[in-house]
């Protein structure tokens, strides 16, 4: 299994910038993609931004040009840059790796870690 912390969430005011970081544990050779979603109340969980082993990214159209996804794999960490916030991105962000195991795929979750843009 794989095991996953977040940190980084806070509060901030429109325009401003915060930088979330998610370090992996455990079964950490069998990761192929770690991403970051969120979940605003009352609304589904949805993706945010992906990154594969091999750096290749994809963004939700919202957040496009204004959050960047990094990764280190030899960390086994995973980043999110978010600038020119607004306060539709407020949500709990979740970060998420997708790895092998054996010949199956699975899915791990971190705990969430919140993110409030207001004034």
């Known amino acids: 299994q794989v095991q996953l912390v977040e940190s980084g969430g806070g509060l901030v005011q429109p325009g401003g910038s915060l930088r979330l970081s998610c370090a992996a544990s455990?079964?950490?050779?069998?990761?192929?993609?770690m991403g970051w979603y969120r979940q605003a109340p009352g609304k589904q969980r949805e993706l945010v931004a992906r990154?594969?082993?091999?750096?290749?990214?994809n963004y939700a159209d919202s957040v496009k040009g204004r959050f960047i996804i990094s990764r280190d794999n030899a960390k086994n960490t995973v980043a999110l840059q978010m600038n020119s916030l607004k306060p539709e991105d407020t949500a709990v962000y979740y970060c998420?790796?997708?790895?092998?195991?054996?010949?199956?795929?699975?899915?791990?979750w971190g705990q969430g870690t919140q993110v409030t843009v207001s004034s």
């Open positions: 990154i594969t082993n091999g750096g290749t990214t």
């Open positions: 998420n790796a997708d790895y092998y195991s054996g010949s199956l795929t699975f899915g791990s």
């Open positions: 455990g079964s950490v050779f069998g990761i192929y993609a």
